[in-house]
Nanobody
Framework: QVQLVESGGGLVQAGGSLRLSCAAS????????VGWFRQAPGKEREFVGA????????YYEDSVKGRFTIYRDNAKNTVYLQMNSLIPEDTAVYYC?????????????????WGQGTQVTVSS
């Protein structure tokens, strides 16, 4: 099993940046696909992007492409979500999740492990 802990959320003005961290313990994240999701108040949890060590891919939803970057630090067993050019519509609780290699990365139920979430608020 793997345990995930997100951090790095906060309040930022539109146009600003934040970096979220997803730190893992228990197993190495290189064994998993790591996805980022977000959930705004009153809305469904939605896919943001995903990263896989073993399959060597990174994928972003259109709404964040060009603004968000997912990358890893092997030594720290951590995946990061760098968020630039933030807009108020990015306001949500952000979650990282881990799933087995080969899953349908946009499907929440495919991920077996979830962090507790971290709040991101973008003011206009």
């Amino acid at each position: 099993q793997v345990q995930l802990v997100e951090s790095g959320g906060g309040l930022v003005q539109a146009g600003g940046s934040l970096r979220l961290s997803c730190a893992a313990s228990g197993r190495t994240l290189s064994d998993y696909v790591v996805g980022w999701f977000r959930q705004a108040p009153g809305k469904e949890r939605e896919f943001v992007g995903a990263f896989s060590w073993s399959s060597h891919f990174v994928y972003y939803e259109d709404s964040v492409k060009g603004r968000f970057t997912i990358y890893r630090d092997n030594a720290k067993n951590t995946v990061y979500l760098q968020m630039n050019s933030l807009i108020p519509e990015d306001t949500a609780v952000y979650y990282c999740a881990a799933g087995s290699t080969g899953i349908a990365i946009k499907i929440k139920s495919e991920y077996g492990y979830w962090g507790q979430g971290t709040q991101v608020t973008v003011s206009s």
